[in-house]
């Protein structure tokens, strides 16, 4: 019976599951999820060239918490932390052991000097709800136009290959309200906020006033490659492109989800750290 079932199963491989089933069970398994740690590779574009950057994160969410470790960055700083529990709004950086930490704000221009992305969109749920929210706003025609590759291989994990598609993609024209900013107006409508910066030539993400008219895509990617592990369900792995190319590149690997947490670390007293 069981040699049957095996010569079965080679003659009829099962059919990898649909892009939107797998998208459904990453939004499930990433809102489970209480804190993280990780080891981080980012490739992000930024005008003319590739920023590269290594680092260790951990995440906790309700309360939010992260603590960053640069392991290879052209940034000064050395470490991260944010605990507005016991630091308020601003993140604390350190440059070296011995030079005393700075407080700035998330969205200060130094801390996101060529980055696409604030430290508040460490983990996965920023990803999770663009994903998501472009699954959601074109349900009929998602699986269509997305494909999906069993039995990948990445830093060891079983994962699932997405590609995801948008034959629309394109810049469109918008008129800056009063009140809003960039992140914003992209977190509003599932976009890039570095495409904006990038498309209308800005300096940085302040760069821009009301009743301005600038360009902004009308949606996150024009092509979108995503490994989603197999056991744990979380993206480990992105490729993300606009008309020109690739312009975001993250790889995830030692990830521990929902771990015991100890009591210092998203704390200056945590021994391990130069804060």
């Known amino acids: 019976m069981i040699i049957w079932l095996y010569l079965i199963c080679a ?41 590269h950057s290594e680092s260790h994160i951990r995440v906790r969410l309700n309360p939010t918490a992260v603590y960053l ?16 529990e016991l630091y308020g709004s601003r993140a604390q950086i350190s440059i070296g052991k011995y030079i005393p930490t700075v407080g700035l704000n998330v969205s200060n221009a130094k801390m996101r000097h060529e980055q696409h992305h604030t430290i508040l969109d460490a983990g996965f749920g920023k990803l999770n709800k663009i994903l998501y929210r472009a699954y959601k706003d074109d349900v009929a025609t998602f699986d269509r136009l997305s494909t999906v590759e069993d039995n990948i291989e990445f830093n060891g994990r079983k994962c699932w290959r997405i590609v995801m598609f948008s034959n629309q993609f394109a810049y469109v024209r918008y008129t800056v309200q009063k009140g809003e ?34 360009l902004i895509p009308n949606a996150y990617s024009k092509r979108f490659v995503c490994l989603i592990d197999k056991e744990n369900y979380v993206p480990i792995y992105q490729e993300v492109y606009d008309e020109k190319g690739v312009f975001e590149k993250y790889s995830y690997s030692k990830v521990k989800v929902n771990h015991t947490i100890t009591e210092t670390e998203f704390s200056k007293k945590n021994k391990e750290y130069c804060l």
């Not at 499930?28 to 005008?47: C, G, H, L």
């Not at 470790?69 to 507005?84: G, Q």
């Not at 900013?181 to 009301?210: C, P, Q």
């Open 69 to 84: 470790k640069f392991i290879k960055s052209n940034s000064p700083a050395k470490e991260v932390l944010y605990n507005p």
């Open 181 to 214: 900013t960039l992140s914003r107006i992209a977190n509003s409508k599932g976009i890039s906020e570095y495409l904006i910066l990038e498309k209308n030539s800005m300096k940085d993400y302040t760069d821009f006033k009301v009743g301005q008219e600038i």
């Open 11 to 51: 003659w009829f491989p099962l059919e990898s599951p649909k892009a939107s089933h797998l998208i459904e069970q990453m939004n499930r398994s990433i809102s489970s999820i209480k804190n993280v740690q990780y080891d981080f590779v980012m490739d992000e574009r930024w005008f003319n060239k590739i920023v």
